[in-house]
């Protein structure tokens, strides 16, 4: 895996020789093997670097600007993208390389990775608590069904009594004209058999 970075040793721009000179100068320092390309005194370095950068790096006018980084045929990206992946610490996924041991990405990442191991045991204990809880319900459930049990039984209890005081009322009703009339009857025979008194 060799960095490639793609320059204009000949640029008549100061901004774009400051650019080089910060990435070529960074990965120096931190003796990261890469290859300079030089774009001005070679057509085929030129081509390869307009052809190879995407479409969406590329400015207006279709022809991007040096400093352009790659890893192999893999774009990394333009001194932009290079001073914010510095500025964040990641410069070596950046260009897609494995950070050496003891730089501050080596750390983030093993941070990182504790942070994804840490937050996958709670998800399994998680989902370990749920399974329990549905294999077996808890107190509060179990407490919660005998009172609903225990509520229906009396609501029932009392539609019952209910049903019996209207049956009771009814039949009290349906008896009453009979035996207002039965009462009559008794009367008025009653009436009728007492001797006639005389005058």
């Not at 003796?31 to 190879?52: C, L």
């Not at 009172?147 to 005081?165: I, N």
Request: proline fraction near 6%; include cysteine.
């Amino acid at each position: 895996m060799v960095i490639k970075v793609f320059v204009a040793t000949s640029s008549g721009s100061t901004a774009i020789k400051k650019k080089q000179q910060e990435v070529v100068g960074f990965l120096e320092a931190n003796k990261i093997d890469f290859q300079q390309m030089d774009i001005a005194g070679d057509e085929d370095n030129r081509k390869w670097m307009r052809d190879n950068v995407p479409g969406e790096k590329k400015p207006q006018n279709g022809i991007p600007l040096p400093p352009q980084i790659f890893n192999e045929e893999r774009y990394c990206g333009d001194f932009e993208s290079f001073f914010s992946a510095k500025e964040e610490n990641i410069i070596y996924s950046f260009l897609g390389l494995a950070p050496p041991p003891g730089t501050k990405e080596t750390e983030k990442s093993d941070a990182t990775d504790e942070t994804e191991a840490h937050t996958e045991d709670k998800a399994d204990e998680g989902a370990h608590e749920e399974a329990q809880s549905a294999q077996s319900p808890s107190e509060d459930q179990q407490e919660s069904k005998e009172e609903h049990a225990a509520t229906e039984e009396e609501e029932e209890k009392q539609e019952e009594g209910e049903e019996k005081e209207e049956v009771e009322g009814k039949k009290s009703l349906s008896t009453l004209p009979y035996d207002t009339f039965f009462l009559e009857q008794v009367l008025r025979k009653h009436k009728l058999e007492q001797p006639r008194q005389r005058k």
